[in-house]
């Protein structure tokens, strides 16, 4: 097939992929009532007070009480009713001004500025909007980084971004949680500098569009969260070195100059942000009956592997709070997502690269870093720590592993495997937007049943469509999605002698 | 064959003006519903509406004591208004320290109605769990046979327990278990009669009454099947590739 017809039918196969992909984005964000996402009531107070007290979206702004937040008062809580239709059993009810806790320097307050621009008196449609404004902004940059890439590029950062987005990627990209824009900056803002160093003379619409869409990522990563600075610097830092084949080189300096600008750099932002500072702030104390330093650290670096996959559907989606749940998601979940991200990365590794091993191992020391961060001052604890804390990395260490390996194919270009990969994700996809929206229509979630709606109704209440076929629309539309984008990839041939 | 799926393909070119049809009409069959009128569950026996304080009818051992002859029968129904959910509160009783009979929620949104058996204990009816603020109905059947049946718009549960012996000597509305009501409006009506089978009769007109009062689900035929046109797509073009 000619280069330009190959061209223009991945452009259709993008744009069906891309229409697919927002419609699986509308039934998650259908998919679970306001206050779903880890500490989302502190987000929703933080985004309606983000301007402070303006006498319409935020009331009064409170001191920290004995919970040590600053709080918002504010009015939020509408029961997640969607339109007031007096057709139905379930009457919307006046919002009640509440007190919510909210960001003062604990967060960027971008995020939050951001978001505000799309409240208004009916709470729940602003939610609504919110979500769906930030699937579009994920759903830009993937597109932009689907047309943008050479065949190559976008096979490895499709196998990152496909392979580790069920559950809590998708969960989070669509919701009102600074960590999907987190995700998605990073998940994105390396690949848009990967293209726009890698653009030749002729293809200057590519770089200019490649830093555009870099610039767009990498602000939002600014925006989000202040942890997920170093995954960017991170990332950014190993496309630089590689891109410009630094090592090979033998151009140390090059390594040794930006390492030192980025670390002169996290130390001017530690000086100027308390949180920054706080990363670097290791309590190698143990303070009171925290767990002796030897067994901390131990547990953590062996355990390091373990947070990130978390997010494959080990971890429970979601904050129990009164009223609402967390989503435990169904077991083959997680086992089907370990087991195919497990066949990616072997079948990258089969002939493997050196720069990939040592990407992976220094990917491993940072994730552990982090994690060893983090859970210094959750009081050592040695069982909790969620998978959301390092999730902006763990799309670009598949992605970037995969572009680093010298195999000549990789999974999802075995025609076979595809189909099967496929299917399995599809199922992942089915099992757990079911178990989100039919634990918080019904409590929980132990089966594959038509969701019962009881009088309680349906979160959105006053919407024509009922839980069960926003599941049914949502996965129909995810395997669209599926077989489109990866339609745009090129099959092989597999025989014995493929990698010689 | 080759034919017939050559002819089905017209479908194709049809789908879209289809779908586009079926969703305009499901869409407008929906906002063109009347307004929904619950069924009411009739008022009998007396009536009690507690707004702000708690209503204290004190001895009420007249309600106790048909529950000691056969074939006779405590009834309660009424409605429940939560204005928040996550905190415990009581709705009524007809004892203090589980002496009696009470119907509460716990800070889960589990309702449950306990009652005091023969052997000191008290015997519990998981009702219903609550998990939003906003309006339910219900109606407490209880017989001298110690069956207990509850009736809400969706649940119609019967328990047998073991030998019923509840006291009523404070009855209140708006307070139960030791627990005041905390914002929510409660609506009681309290009857006592020698037929439990009249009393059965009495819930099952009310359960028809109110499965007929549900606003018309028929317009997602139309709509359901026009989505689902468009997304699915055409799996006859799919066999022609």
Redesign the interface.
């Known amino acids: 097939m000619d280069a330009p017809l190959e061209e223009r039918q991945n452009r259709r196969r993008i744009a069906l992929a891309a229409g697919a992909l927002l419609?699986t984005m509308i039934s998650w964000a259908f998919a679970s009532p306001l206050g779903a996402t880890h500490d989302e009531w502190f987000h929703l107070g933080s985004i309606w007070c983000a301007n402070g007290v303006d006498g319409s979206e935020c009331l009064e702004f409170n001191e920290p009480n004995e919970s040590g937040y600053y709080t918002g008062i504010a009015t939020i809580e509408d029961?997640?009713c969607f339109l007031d239709n007096?057709?139905?059993?379930?009457r919307c009810?006046p919002t009640v001004a509440g007190s919510y806790p909210a960001n003062f320097g604990l967060y960027p307050s971008s995020y939050y500025k951001a978001m505000n621009l799309f409240v208004t008196s009916h709470p729940t449609l602003s939610v609504l909007t919110m979500r769906l404004v930030n699937g579009l902004l994920a759903l830009a940059l993937l597109v932009g980084a689907l047309v943008l890439s050479s065949h190559r590029v976008r096979l490895a950062w499709l196998t990152g971004y496909v392979f580790t987005l069920l559950p809590m990627t998708m969960f989070l990209t669509v919701s009102v949680h600074p960590s999907g824009w987190a995700v998605t900056g990073v998940g994105t803002s390396w690949l848009f500098l990967h293209n726009a160093i890698s653009a030749t003379k002729e293809q200057k619409k590519k770089r200019v569009w490649s830093i555009a869409l870099w610039t767009i990522s990498s602000l939002m990563v600014f925006a989000s969260r202040y942890d997920a600075f170093i995954f960017m610097l991170f990332s950014n830092f190993v496309v630089v070195v590689v891109a410009f084949n630094i090592f090979r080189r033998s151009q140390i300096k090059y390594v040794a100059v930006t390492a030192v600008v980025s670390a002169v750099a996290l130390y001017l932002v530690s000086r100027t942000n308390s949180l920054v500072s706080w990363i670097f702030d290791f309590p190698l104390e143990p303070i009171g009956e925290m767990t002796k330093t030897s067994t901390w650290i131990s547990h953590w670096l062996v355990q390091t592997m373990w947070v990130p996959i978390q997010s494959l559907g080990i971890e429970d989606l979601g904050q129990y709070?009164?009223?609402?749940f967390t989503v435990k998601l169904p077991n083959p979940v997680w086992i089907i997502g370990i087991a195919l991200l497990g066949g990616v990365m072997l079948i990258s590794l089969i002939k493997p690269s050196i720069k990939q091993i040592i990407f992976l191992f220094v990917s491993y020391l940072l994730i552990a870093f982090v994690i060893l961060s983090f859970n210094g001052r959750l009081e050592r604890d040695l069982f909790n720590l969620s998978g959301r804390y390092v999730l902006p990395i763990f799309s670009f260490t598949i992605g970037y592993s995969v572009l680093l390996s010298n195999n000549t194919f990789q999974i999802m270009q075995i025609k076979n495997i595809r189909r099967v990969a496929v299917v399995l994700l599809t199922v992942v996809h089915a099992l757990s937007i079911h178990a989100v929206i039919e634990t918080n229509v019904d409590?929980q979630s132990h089966s594959v049943e038509t969701i019962h709606v009881?009088?309680?109704?349906w979160w959105w209440a006053g919407l024509?469509?009922?839980p069960n076929?926003v599941v049914?629309?949502g996965s129909?539309?995810f395997t669209?999605f599926l077989i489109s984008v990866w339609s745009t990839i090129r099959t092989v041939e597999i025989s014995c002698e493929t990698n010689l | 064959m080759k034919q017939i799926f050559d002819r089905l393909h017209v479908y194709d070119k049809i789908r879209f003006p289809i779908s586009l049809i079926c969703v305009v009409v499901?869409?407008t069959t929906?906002s063109s519903?009347?307004?929904?009128e619950?069924a009411q569950f009739p008022s009998h026996g007396e009536s009690f509406q507690q707004v702000n304080d708690v209503i204290e009818l004190g001895d009420r051992s007249d309600l106790c004591l048909a529950l000691r002859e056969r074939d006779h029968y405590l009834l309660i129904s009424g409605s429940i208004d939560l204005t928040k959910?996550?905190?415990e509160q009581g709705f009524f009783q007809t004892a203090d320290a589980e002496d009696g009979i009470y119907f509460d929620i716990d800070?889960?949104?589990q309702v449950r109605l306990g009652i005091h058996l023969h052997d000191g204990t008290t015997g519990h009816v998981l009702f219903?769990?609550?998990?939003?603020?906003?309006l339910?109905n219900y109606a407490i059947l209880i017989g001298a046979n110690s069956l207990i049946r509850i009736v809400?718009?969706?649940n119609d549960i019967q328990i047998q327990v073991k030998d019923i012996e509840p006291t009523c000597l404070n009855t209140r509305i708006g307070a139960g278990n030791e627990m005041d009501i905390r914002g929510a409006l409660v609506e009681a009506n309290i009857s006592t009669g020698s037929d439990i089978a009249i009393a059965n009769e009495f819930l099952e007109n009310y359960v028809s009454a109110y499965d007929k009062s549900?606003?018309s689900t028929l317009?997602?035929w139309p709509?359901?099947t026009g989505?689902?046109l468009l997304?699915?797509?055409n799996p006859l073009r799919w066999r022609k590739k």
Not at chain 1, 321 to 324: E, I, K, M, R
Not at chain 2, 33 to 36: C, E, K, L, N, V
Not at chain 2, 128 to 134: I, P
């Open positions: 419609l029961g997640s007096a057709a139905e059993v379930l009810k709070l009164p009223g609402q409590g009881g009088s309680d109704a024509p469509v009922g076929f049914l629309i129909i539309a669209w | 499901g869409l929906w519903r009347p307004d929904f619950p959910i996550g905190v800070s889960g949104g219903r769990k609550v998990r939003r603020a906003g339910f809400d718009n969706e549900l606003p317009y997602k709509l359901y989505m689902l997304v699915v797509g």
